[in-house]
């Protein structure tokens, strides 16, 4: 399995940003996804996860601002962040996890301009 995380770069303050990250590989149906950071000297948070039933948590930090979605037909899912703040620069993976097995992406860089 491989995922490929997508959509980062550089956003103002108080815009918008869609990530993306597809999943490729043999995938068990029951799974999954969900979407990490990790800012410079802090260590990697749980921003949102989603199961294959579509049950979504999120941090306390995004709640509110941020809707995470995925379209299971494609294995892919995404991050909708809005009113992006100083406190989301991170770089953002995306997990998939099933059975015993737990992936990881290789990340996509989010800038945040005042």
């Known amino acids: 399995v491989q995922l490929q995380a997508s959509g980062g770069g550089l956003v103002q303050a108080g815009g918008s940003l869609r990530l993306s990250c597809a999943a490729t590989?043999?995938?068990?149906?029951?799974?999954?996804m969900g979407w990490y950071r990790q800012a410079p000297g802090k260590e990697r948070e749980m921003v949102a996860t989603?199961?294959?039933?579509?049950?979504?948590d999120y941090s306390d930090s995004v709640k509110g601002r941020v809707i995470i979605s995925r379209d299971s037909d494609k294995n892919t899912m995404y991050l909708q962040m809005n009113s992006v703040n100083a406190g989301d620069a991170a770089v953002y993976y995306c997990?998939?996890?099933?059975?015993?097995?737990?992936?990881w992406g290789q990340g996509t860089l989010v800038t945040v301009s005042s």
């Open positions: 997990r998939l996890r099933f059975t015993r097995y737990d992936f």
């Open positions: 590989g043999k995938i068990f149906r029951i799974n999954t």
């Open positions: 989603i199961t294959s039933g579509h049950v979504t």
